[in-house]
């Protein structure tokens, strides 16, 4: 009531006297000077003559000028949201909104005016639920296909073993089913995707596991390999094959099918609990175009990699190299606002502590160490293109006014102007501004031709690299096995007509024998 009778009962004679608030209505000699029109939207302007400044603002959407008070505002009030003022409230701004100098042309997250994040790991504000807020598409369909593949997984493992959890001939301690249902559904497999130099050029046929082995001897380990990998029986591996002239395997979609499938109800747990926390926060920050390019990429590129230089018997499934890339997000965006955070150096011990924890858990027997490094090297890669430009370049970069101010409000502003206008666009661009680019382009040249490489490499050269295990596994011997040799494909000859299997913790080594 206090500020409501302030503005109600100030002096009205003025108003009266000069009803436009226009200057010729002064009768007073000598006129006093005309106040200054003020060099930012926050300028406050208390002044003896705050109440006489001619009306030459923008008006607001209320119809209301810059300088003009709203009556029952009281500006001494304690905000009832504890929220610190934000540079886009309608408030502080003048409109038509300008951009702001420091936002980036091209690579733009999403706008802050439109959006809360769920927790201030990227920016300050009040904390969200999984449902409040922005709804993250990609984060809940992929969350929630990966959770309807691995119920099929349970049901798949039932109607094949007798049991949806594996038990036979060893327990899944993921708590799910047998690696050999994996492999049939879609794991990354070697032998399942290109030649390999012991089967396609074999002198001896070759017994596999049957999708649904229960024992390691017997009926359960004398399939061929179409019949574990689900291809035509024309592409098996025939007696004194050749490497080169097939018939060659050829499933390159085991690169992405695995970002679906998880080995155990633990392992997907885990995984499912990350993406809808950190990845949420993720596609909040980048939007859900640029998440399912940093997702997928990151994915596809960790199984790859492994493909490359992990155990050629291990059957890798998981979401965790596209978590990976999430996490190097993650750190670039730390480090391109470290001077805006509260507490960065608390951010920072989380995102490397999670980070190691999961490369030393990466380095236990028959797991794939390489996709968790895969998929974090191409965030890293995929984070300088994705991410907006670091605050740091953002200030040295101011853009220039241009004349597409009022479509600035639209998120494809940019892409317009560039086509209507190419060379303006890219005109009086500081040097800096080149240089960040040049950067991004060479890091987006440098992610394609690593793809290539390594697929060349998979499928043509099947080059291998001696020391590149030691990534993957622990130097440590328990009896006669060697850590760094289970998970790797050991063919050996006997005078039977038998077939067995020795594993450790599941996915480890297996050992084929071969028939004479």
């Known amino acids: 009531m206090a500020a409501h009778d302030y503005y109600t009962n100030n002096n009205h004679d003025y108003y009266n006297a000069t009803p436009y608030d226009n200057y010729s209505y002064r009768n007073d000699s000598p006129l006093p000077p005309v106040p200054q029109q003020p060099q930012s939207p926050l300028d406050d302007r208390t002044g003896p003559y705050a109440h006489h400044s001619p009306q030459q603002s923008y008006l607001s959407a209320s119809g209301r000028s810059h300088h003009d008070g709203d009556p029952f505002d009281d500006g001494n009030a304690i905000p009832l949201n504890g929220r610190k003022p934000n540079k886009y409230d309608s408030a502080n701004t003048i409109s038509p909104v300008l951009p702001h100098e420091q936002d980036d042309p091209f690579v733009r997250d999403a706008d802050p005016r439109k959006k809360k994040r769920r927790t201030d790991r990227f920016a300050p504000g009040q904390k969200q639920g999984w449902f409040k807020g922005r709804i993250t598409w990609m984060v809940f369909i992929l969350t929630l296909a990966q959770i309807v593949v691995f119920v099929v997984e349970l049901i798949r493992n039932g109607v094949l073993t007798g049991t949806p959890i594996a038990t036979k001939p060893s327990f899944n301690p993921m708590i799910g089913p047998s690696q050999y249902v994996l492999i049939n559904m879609g794991a990354r497999y070697q032998p399942c995707m290109h030649s390999m130099p012991g089967v396609q050029d074999s002198a001896v046929p070759i017994s596999w596991p049957c999708p649904n082995a229960t024992a390691t001897t017997g009926d359960s380990v004398t399939c061929q390999l179409s019949d574990l990998c689900g291809f035509n029986p024309d592409q098996n591996p025939r007696v004194k094959g050749s490497l080169d002239k097939g018939p060659v395997p050829n499933q390159w979609w085991r690169f992405v099918v695995p970002i679906f499938l998880h080995a155990g109800i633990i392992h997907i747990g885990f995984n499912m609990l990350l993406q809808l926390t950190l990845g949420r926060d993720v596609e909040l920050l980048i939007g859900s175009v640029r998440f399912a ?39 670039l965006d730390l480090l391109y606002t470290w001077k805006e955070r509260v507490s960065p150096v608390k951010d920072l011990m989380f995102i490397l502590v999670d980070v190691v924890i999961a490369f030393v858990l990466g380095l236990l027997p028959g797991l794939d160490n390489f996709s968790h490094i895969g998929g974090f090297l191409m965030g890293l890669v995929l984070g300088i ?132």
Not at 311 to 316: D, K, L, N, V
Not at 426 to 446: D, E, I, P, S, Y
């Open 293 to 331: 390019i940093l997702y997928f990429a990151s994915g596809i590129f960790g199984f790859i990699l492994g493909g490359n230089f992990a155990a050629t018997g291990i059957a890798s499934t998981g979401a965790s190299g596209s978590l990976f890339g999430i996490l190097a997000i993650t750190l």
């Open 385 to 516: 293109c994705l991410l907006r430009s670091p605050t740091a370049i953002g200030q040295r970069t101011s853009d220039p006014m241009y004349t597409h101010v009022a479509d600035q409000n639209d998120r494809n502003a940019t892409l317009k102007a560039l086509v209507k206008d190419p060379v303006g666009h890219f005109k009086g661009r500081k040097g800096v501004w080149w240089a960040w680019w040049l950067v991004r382009a060479a890091a987006l040249v440098g992610a394609l031709i690593a793809f290539i490489l390594l697929l060349k490499n998979f499928y043509v050269w099947r080059g291998g690299c001696s020391w590149c295990k030691y990534l993957s596994c622990l130097p440590i011997k328990v009896g006669s096995t060697d850590w760094c040799r289970i998970g790797n494909l050991d063919f050996t000859s006997t005078a039977t007509n038998s077939t067995s299997k020795r594993s450790l913790l599941e996915l480890t080594r297996d050992v084929f024998e071969l028939q004479n």
